[in-house]
């Protein structure tokens, strides 16, 4: 049902096609003139953070997609990422910094496969994971984030056969938070797939006071030794809640830039990976955009995110149902 990505977790950043360019002051002047919002995920290297007008997680940042009144959206992150928001935001024009910024989940799981699936399990409910092409989204049933996962599933009838994909970390992580029987494709991220649980118990017994902070696509090997188990937003909140000063995170290493912004009193330890030598846990697929790419897709309006429009809607159908039922229970919780 997969394939492993053989793409590697230690990319070397892209070089700069033009020299002598002020990316900064070019960009600030572009995203005016054109009325442009730029959204940035925290795995963003820290100069794209630092320009966005929004950094966020997955399902937050479709939050903003969805209530812009800018006329063009640049969104750095993944491709998953901006075709999110055109999905969300059709008379928008969407444009990413680098067109080949895919995901390792999105390529476990091709749309035949997941079609075949269904036609062989008519029964079977589709709870998809954000990190999926545009054609996974049209065959599904709900999507998910990482924030939002076991509220949707709170909201899906007991009696249901539920199949959960791409993700089988995180599905396994719903699985034991909700007790639901699920079924599992063999998606993972390449990224969190990576830590070692040898090495993260070595760096605990340096750091006996640290917590460990991981993301559910972290495979159960890890999560069993957190002390916290939540989306990027959620672990940026975590950090910041908590009385610690150490802090062990395993997730993409990004993220730890928004942490030293907001708490540079603290220390944040990134959980080492399998590799010997490296341990850089970076998404190299993210890596690809810099903010030479940035300023290019501002200037010349591409790579452009186009869906043809059924496909869209068809998307657009478990996507909003997400959004919808998040912002009730977040209404609930409110009252
Ligand atoms: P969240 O930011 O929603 O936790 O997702 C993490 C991720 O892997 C994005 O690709
Ligand atoms: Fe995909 Fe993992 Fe990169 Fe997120 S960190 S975009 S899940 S490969």
Redo the contacts with the bound molecule.
Sequence with gaps: MTERSSISTCPTPPKNRYSGVDYRAEIERLRKEKNAVILAHY?QEGEIQDIADFVGDSLDLSRKAAATDADMIVFCG?RFMGEVAKILSPDKKVVIPDMEAG????EACPADELRKFREEHPDHLVVTYI?SSVEVKALSDYIVTSSSALTILDAIPEDKPILFAPDRHLGSWVKRQTGRDMVLWPGS????EDFSEEALLELKKKHPDAPVAAHP?CPFSILRHADMVGSTKMILDFVLERPEKEFIIAT?QHIIHQMKKAAPDKTFIPAPGLDGDCKCAT?P??ALNTMEKLWLALRDERPEIVIDEDLRKAALVPLQRMLDITAAAAKKDAA
Excluded: G
Aim: with cysteine.
């Design positions: 795995y993944v995901c390792s989940l999105e990190n991220c390449i990224v969190h696509e993409e998404c697929y993210m």
